[in-house]
């Protein structure tokens, strides 16, 4: 394999990510956490090995997600994240350095995309290319972007929901906002503290959001068994629940979700608007698999909703498309 094959797509979620090797197609779906020692910070696993750590490590080790809210929060825990990804995808050949292309939020700073583009290069890449999310995510659900009409995307994951208008190649309009599937399960966690004096970790909220979970009241109701600790008795305990009251939990986040999408909807011209009445908005992202959110924002925004093919997966598939298609894209893209 040359060194000019050797090209790379990540999408660095703060939930989870997914890697793409040109020739081989998706490769690796991880959840982004890290566990390392606490005295000298050395790497004990990595993805789905460290995400059954969460919550049940010992003293010396801290089992964390290095991605909060689309940006970094630790550097050397997602620098060792790259090059796991990296190594993975390469083999135990590191003569040819590959090509890497990172997907980061379209919202971030100047800092954070510098702080992700320092830590691809040095997790062993020879040269790396960061992408918006929304752009990757719209170019992955197949959405013709070069064509001189709107088309609106909306891109939620575990840490982020971003909303863009993408017309001729390029974003027109875009909000990103720091709420996520993450913010969704940390409602779950404060409905069962203050309704049921119930504790229980991130995990078991996602599960219950997952298998009861709903943006709108379901017709026929969900109910789900609950194992926690009772916050006054420290005593674990089992609680019912039912999808009305997780509904109910899920309205806040959601309802800024709406509130995104209105105000970049506010920002485009007239002809985009009508565009976007006559397509829809297209959602992709882990989030947007959320039963009935499709439904929820068609009603909320009276722009019709749908969700695109493979949701989690728009925003590599799009990252790979530009990888492989760099001059095509690479006004949009940051590079070192």
């Given at each position: 394999m040359s060194v000019l094959s050797k090209k790379i797509a990540i999408d660095l979620g703060t939930a989870n990510s997914v890697v793409y090797k040109a020739g081989e197609g998706i490769i690796l779906n991880e959840p982004t956490v890290v566990a390392v020692t606490v005295d000298d910070r050395k790497v004990v696993a990595v993805g789905g090995a460290a995400k059954e750590m969460l919550g049940r490590t010992p003293t010396n080790i801290s089992a964390n997600r290095p991605m909060r809210d689309g940006v970094i929060a630790d550097y050397a825990a997602t620098e060792a994240l790259l090059k796991y990804f990296i190594d993975k995808a390469t083999g135990p050949s590191r003569f040819a350095r590959p090509v890497v292309m990172v997907s980061v939020p379209a919202g971030v700073t100047s800092v954070e995309s510098r702080a992700v583009l320092d830590a691809t290069?040095?997790?062993?890449?020879?040269?790396?290319?960061?992408?918006?999310?929304?752009?990757?995510?719209?170019?992955?659900?197949?959405?013709?972007?070069?064509?001189a009409?709107?088309?609106?995307?909306?891109?939620?994951?575990?840490?982020?929901?971003?909303?863009?208008?993408?017309?001729?190649?390029?974003?027109?309009?875009?909000?990103?906002?720091?709420?996520?599937?993450?913010?969704?399960?940390?409602?779950?966690?404060?409905?069962?503290?203050?309704?049921?004096?119930?504790?229980?970790?991130?995990?078991?909220?996602?599960?219950?959001?997952?298998?009861?979970?709903?943006?709108?009241?379901?017709?026929?109701?969900?109910?789900?068994?609950?194992?926690?600790?009772?916050?006054?008795?420290?005593?674990?305990?089992?609680?019912n629940i039912s999808s009305h009251e997780i509904t109910k939990a899920l309205r806040r986040p959601l309802s800024e979700m709406t509130q995104s999408v209105r105000r970049v909807l506010e920002k485009i011209p007239p002809e985009l608007a009508s565009d976007v009445v006559d397509r829809g908005m297209t959602m992709?992202?882990?989030?947007?698999?959320?039963?009935?959110?499709?439904?929820?924002?068609?009603?909320?925004?009276?722009?019709?909703?749908?969700?695109?093919?493979?949701?989690?997966?728009?925003?590599?598939?799009?990252?790979?498309?530009?990888?492989?298609?760099?001059?095509?894209?690479?006004?949009?893209?940051?590079?070192r």
């Amino acid at each position: 394999m040359s060194v000019l094959s050797k090209k790379i797509a990540i999408d660095l979620g703060t939930a989870n990510s997914v890697v793409y090797k040109a020739g081989e197609g998706i490769i690796l779906n991880e959840p982004t956490v890290v566990a390392v020692t606490v005295d000298d910070r050395k790497v004990v696993a990595v993805g789905g090995a460290a995400k059954e750590m969460l919550g049940r490590t010992p003293t010396n080790i801290s089992a964390n997600r290095p991605m909060r809210d689309g940006v970094i929060a630790d550097y050397a825990a997602t620098e060792a994240l790259l090059k796991y990804f990296i190594d993975k995808a390469t083999g135990p050949s590191r003569f040819a350095r590959p090509v890497v292309m990172v997907s980061v939020p379209a919202g971030v700073t100047s800092v954070e995309s510098r702080a992700v583009l320092d830590a691809t290069l040095s997790a062993g890449a020879r040269k790396a290319y960061l992408i918006p999310e929304p752009l990757a995510a719209a170019i992955g659900a197949g959405i013709p972007i070069s064509e001189a009409r709107g088309n609106m995307i909306i891109n939620s994951g575990g840490g982020t929901t971003e909303v863009a208008m993408v017309s001729l190649g390029g974003i027109v309009a875009q909000n990103s906002l720091r709420v996520g599937g993450n913010s969704l399960d940390a409602s779950i966690v404060q409905h069962l503290r203050r309704e049921y004096n119930l504790s229980v970790g991130e995990q078991t909220a996602e599960q219950i959001k997952i298998e009861i979970g709903s943006a709108t009241p379901l017709e026929e109701g969900l109910r789900k068994d609950v194992r926690g600790r009772d916050s006054i008795s420290g005593l674990p305990r089992t609680v019912n629940i039912s999808s009305h009251e997780i509904t109910k939990a899920l309205r806040r986040p959601l309802s800024e979700m709406t509130q995104s999408v209105r105000r970049v909807l506010e920002k485009i011209p007239p002809e985009l608007a009508s565009d976007v009445v006559d397509r829809g908005m297209t959602m992709s992202g882990g989030t947007g698999t959320l039963r009935n959110l499709d439904k929820f924002l068609t009603k909320e925004t009276g722009v019709p909703a749908h969700v695109a093919d493979d949701p989690i997966f728009c925003v590599v598939r799009g990252c790979a498309k530009a990888i492989e298609n760099i001059e095509v894209f690479r006004k949009n893209l940051t590079v070192r």
